[in-house]
């Protein structure tokens, strides 16, 4: 009503131009020069006052319409209570969302809080894919599934001693806390190797199933302890660490710490009796090979032809 009308244009130096009307500003700041306007009427074409026909009324409005993802949106900031972890604050919110607002609201997350869904989710897809490619490239060394199945299963026992002693100390799982469990995956299996790789050494030098599982666990003792020890030592350290970024230490600390303890002890107690019932019908890695050497030694060789006679 009082601008962006276009009445006419214009052409300047080859350039047109729109003519676009609008009001004096001067005579647009207060609520009573809006009703001072008048509009001419379509059946006496007289002047008539704004004011007789449109009431004016004063409210509250936003100076601005924000928009994220080119949606009008409004943003909730907050700041985390002492002691609350932010999953727990995020998962209240989830609830408090799906129990108030319409289903056809849209939520999303920003800052810190985008970080930590999109963080965890990919750190949780790292976790699997580590334990898969530990698991695919132990079958390939021991050309079997049943070895590395009994080697990865010290990989439960670590996480159950990590978990443990976050539980103790009151962390909770983070982005620190995750990567210190995917570290735990490779150093688990380091303990099973020891025990199923040495078994299937007894066993190609002819010692009978249960001998060589016995021996294997008895020679292989001192060696497991010794690896247990140097791991756990070297994170005492990040332990016993300070000043700033110290928590982030902690907890990645603990995870190792705690981890290893309990994955070496079980180790000790879970491996061979795994061994022992999945293992049983199972040979060495060196099977497969030795058998083709033995279809090669038995296969005739074709003969050679004779030399022709010297002329």
């Not at 990919?122 to 334990?131: D, E, Q």
């Amino acid at each position: 009503m009082l601008g962006s009308r276009r009445v006419t244009t214009y052409i300047d130096q080859g350039e047109e131009y729109d003519v676009i009307l609008e009001g004096e500003r001067e005579g647009q700041r207060t609520p009573t020069s809006l009703q001072n306007i008048y509009v001419k009427s379509e059946r006496s074409g007289q002047l008539i006052p704004l004011s007789n026909f449109v009431t004016l009324r004063e409210e509250a409005g936003s100076t601005a319409l924000n928009r994220y993802n080119r949606i009008r949106a409004i943003t909730i900031e907050a700041n985390l209570a002492d002691g609350l972890a932010l999953g727990d604050a995020l998962a209240y919110v989830d609830k408090t969302i799906g129990e108030t607002l319409p289903p056809d609201a849209i939520i999303d997350y920003k800052g810190r809080s985008l970080d930590f869904k999109d963080t965890g989710q990919s750190i949780i897809f790292v976790f699997v894919l580590g334990i898969i490619v530990v698991f695919l490239v132990l079958a390939a060394q021991f050309e079997s599934w049943i070895h590395p199945l009994v080697i990865m299963l010290t990989v439960p026992m670590a996480i159950g001693g990590a978990l443990l002693g976050l539980w103790i100390i009151g962390g909770t799982l983070n982005i620190n806390t995750l990567i210190g469990l995917i570290m735990r995956v490779g150093l688990a299996a380091n303990n099973g190797i020891l025990i199923v790789e040495f078994a299937n050494q007894l066993r190609d030098e002819g010692r009978s199933f249960h001998e060589a599982l016995e021996e294997a666990s008895t020679i292989r003792l001192r060696p497991i302890i010794m690896t247990g020890i140097t791991t756990a030592a070297g994170s005492v350290p990040l332990i016993l660490s300070f000043g700033a970024g110290a928590e982030t230490r902690l907890v990645i600390g603990v995870v190792v710490l705690s981890g290893v303890l309990a994955a070496t002890i079980l180790t000790l107690y879970i491996v061979p009796v795994a061994y022992s019932i999945l293992a049983r019908g199972t040979g060495s890695s060196g099977d497969v090979a030795r058998q083709l050497e033995q279809e090669a030694a038995r296969t005739p060789k074709p003969a050679q032809p004779a030399p022709a006679p010297a002329e």
